[in-house]
């Protein structure tokens, strides 16, 4: 997550300023303060570009998963806490996330009109767009008010409760003093891990060298699929992990904790 320190020298040569919250891989959320800082910073860049009659810098405000915060973290809305970034930005909202709609690639924006005019024209001549039927239903859906929070209360309680069981046991692993550790679940389905396992020995001698290697060996006998975070930009040797609860069960959840504490706990 990029904060408005690191945006602030690259801020007067930029057209557009892509943001994701909460954020795809890690599971975690802007905090008011900085998010504000951004935002106040972007609309103090447009008075002046206005000034100089340039084209305006524009947000690209990806938030498809805001519903799935948990605990005492919550999602801000932008204009919220910088009104006057109303006519900069651009919100990406969609339901394959937070209504576990994955195949249902059915997305919307909403911005400031001479922008949402030429995207309106683009996908015009595009060709290529959810179904009619889709939308329509998924209209009807958000329409019922009622139906949607009941959903919501389920499905936040199953993931919240999923992520709790790998950090729970990522934090037991911890206490025996491994180098180990977890971001407190935030939001989204993400939970960021660090299994800084690197040159640990398994069972048969064979040493853990790489990132890779731990990712194999997590596989292979803790059966549990992580992503490191160097395919999302990461240092290559960034003992960081996401860990999805997107596909499991609670009881699946309990046991791939177990199989995980058991798998590192074997390494020398």
Same mark, same amino acid.
């Given at each position: ?43 103090? =860049? ?72 030429? &995207? ?25 008010? =009622? ?8 499905? *936040? ?25 977890? &971001? ?39 059966? &549990? ?25 609670? =009881? ?12 590192? =706990? *074997?390494? *020398?």
């Amino acid at each position: 997550m990029a904060t408005a320190e690191e945006i602030k020298p690259h801020i007067k040569d930029a057209a557009l300023i892509a943001m994701n919250s909460p954020l795809n891989p890690a599971g975690t959320v802007y905090s008011k303060e900085e998010l504000k800082k951004i935002l106040d910073m972007i609309v103090a =860049e447009n008075k002046v570009r206005e000034k100089e009659n340039r084209k305006p810098l524009y947000v690209f405000y990806d938030m498809v998963y805001w519903i799935l915060v948990y605990g005492e973290t919550k999602h801000y809305n932008p204009i919220e806490l910088t009104p006057g970034i109303r006519d900069y930005i651009v919100f990406i909202d969609g339901i394959s996330k937070c209504f576990a709609a994955t195949g249902v690639r059915l997305g919307w924006a909403f911005g400031p009109k001479p922008l949402i005019a030429k &995207i309106s024209a683009m996908l015009a001549h595009i060709g290529a767009w959810s179904p009619r039927p889709e939308q329509t239903a998924t209209g009807r859906f958000l329409n019922r008010t =009622e139906d949607v929070d009941k959903f919501f209360d389920k499905f *936040k309680k199953e993931i919240f409760g999923r992520m709790n069981i790998f950090y729970d046991g990522v934090m037991e692993i911890k206490k025996l003093g491994y180098d180990v550790d977890a &971001i407190y679940p935030q939001a989204a389905m993400y939970l960021t891990v660090k299994l800084n396992l690197i040159g640990k020995k398994t069972e048969d001698g064979k040493v853990l060298k790489d990132v890779d290697d731990v990712l194999a060996y997590i596989l292979e006998e803790g059966k &549990i699929a992580v992503v490191p975070f160097y395919a999302f930009g990461a240092d290559p040797k960034s003992p960081w992990f996401r860990l999805s609860v997107g596909t499991c069960s609670m =009881e699946e959840a309990k046991v791939a904790a177990i199989m995980l504490k058991d798998a590192i =706990e *074997k390494l *020398k």
